[in-house]
Every structure is written in C-alpha cells, then in structure tokens.
T-cell receptor, first 112, second 111 residues
Framework: DAKTTQPPSMDCAEGRAANLPCNHS???????VYWYRQIHSQGPQYIIH???NNETNEMASLIITEDRKSSTLILPHATLRDTAVYYC?????????????FGTGTRLTVIP | SQTIHQWPATLVQPVGSPLSLECTVE??????LYWYRQAAGRGLQLLFY??????ISSEVPQNLSASRPQDRQFILSSKKLLLSDSGFYLC??????????FGPGTRLTVL
C-alpha cells in the first residue's frame, strides 16, 4: 500500500473551511484515496473516498491532484464537532477484505 | 439497519491473565470483520481480519489470536496478557461498500 504523509496537527477557526492535505506520491493507478476521522475515544468514521475525480458529499469535499500524488480534504464550514484526528489512507479495493492501514493522521482542532 | 457491538467497554486486567473481547454485528450477512488496536497517542493498527467463518488473517505477529465462530461474531483472545497489550481495541465490519463501520471500542489496561 502507498504510504501517506499528513501534517500532525492543524487549527481552524469555527465557520471557516478546513483544508487537510495528504501526500501519497507513490500511489498506484488502482489505489483509492480514503478519508476517515476519529473523534476522541470513538471508532473511526468514514468521510469520503475517490480515485481521480474530485468528490463531494454531505460531509466534505475531496480534491485529488491530476497526478494523484496528493489530495486535500475540505470541510467547508468547520464546527467544534469536527475536532478530531483525520486519517488519509490509500488502498486497493479487493472483493475480499477491504483492509485499511491507518497512520497517525492530522489532529484538527476547531477553535471557537 | 446495521449495528456493531463490542464488550466490555473497559477492562483492567493483570499481566499474565487471559483476555476475551467480543464483537457482534447485526443487520448484515457475511460481513468482513476486523480487529484494530490503538495505543495511546498512536494510529490504528490492523491486527486481524476475517472474510468468513473460521477464516482469520493476521497482520502482525503477537500474543493475540482471533476467532470467528459465527458469521457475525468476532472474538479477540490472549492466553497471557502483556503490559504492551494495553490500548483501545476496535472491531469493524465492511461489506461490498467502501466503508468500514467501527464499533464503540474496548479500552484495555494491563497492570
């Protein structure tokens, strides 16, 4: 699996957009980019995934560069409840077990 | 709707004692099941995954084992706990979707 690099921590003002970067320079053509987040003492929560096109859902937007070597998760209007550790993961999806390998992620703190 | 249960929520065990953590899933059939561990201040580490009854794959060597006696039941065990086994243990399931759904976790402290 391709290795990902994320900043260890970021702050964001409440109501502003939070832009969380992820580098995955060794990503291969059949690997997807996933984002999960983990609020303190809870299990991780799926946010969004993509292959090469930008994606948007009710939680966030995912922008993947044309060369796919990096991506950015955008929370358009951060709230205090968005304070969490955000994990960027790249993984080939098999028809069997869909193993995910989590790194240390980015700790996002939304400031009032 | 699907739900995932884990118990106990917290556990304090002495070094050398056995361990049994249970995970059950409701509302889905033939899920893929996963055990993760998160040490304090660290990311999640995949320990085991299972694609079916009796089928267990181990990702890291350790003194833990996993079993899947029923389709929607996944058990994490140890015969003798070590101090380094302390952590937050998470069970997850997935089907054909892109998501893994995580349980509430068990916080294990080995003293």
């Amino acid at each position: 699996d391709a290795k990902t690099t994320q900043p260890p921590s970021m702050d964001c003002a409440e109501g502003r957009a939070a832009n969380l970067p992820c580098n995955h320079s060794t990503i291969s053509g059949n690997e997807y980019v996933y984002w999960y987040r983990q609020i303190h003492s809870q299990g991780p929560q799926y946010i969004i995934h993509g292959l090469k096109n930008n994606e948007t859902n009710e939680m966030a937007s995912l922008i993947i560069t044309e060369d796919r070597k990096s991506s950015t998760l955008i929370l358009p209007h951060a709230t205090l409840r968005d304070t969490a550790v955000y994990y960027c993961i790249v993984r080939v999806v098999f028809t069997g077990a869909n193993n995910l390998f989590f790194g240390t992620g980015t700790r996002l703190t939304v400031i009032p | 709707s699907q739900t995932i249960h884990q118990w106990p929520a917290t556990l304090v065990q002495p070094v050398g004692s056995p361990l049994s953590l249970e995970c059950t899933v409701e509302g889905t059939s033939n899920p893929n099941l996963y055990w993760y561990r998160q040490a304090a201040g660290r990311g999640l580490q995949l320990l085991f995954y299972s694609v079916g009854i009796g089928q267990i794959s181990s990702e890291v060597p350790q003194n833990l084992s996993a079993s899947r006696p029923q389709d929607r039941q996944f058990i994490l065990s140890s015969k003798k706990l070590l101090l380094s086994d302390s952590g937050f243990y998470l069970c997850a399931w997935s089907s054909l979707s892109w998501e893994q759904f995580f349980g509430p976790g068990t916080r294990l402290t080995v003293l």
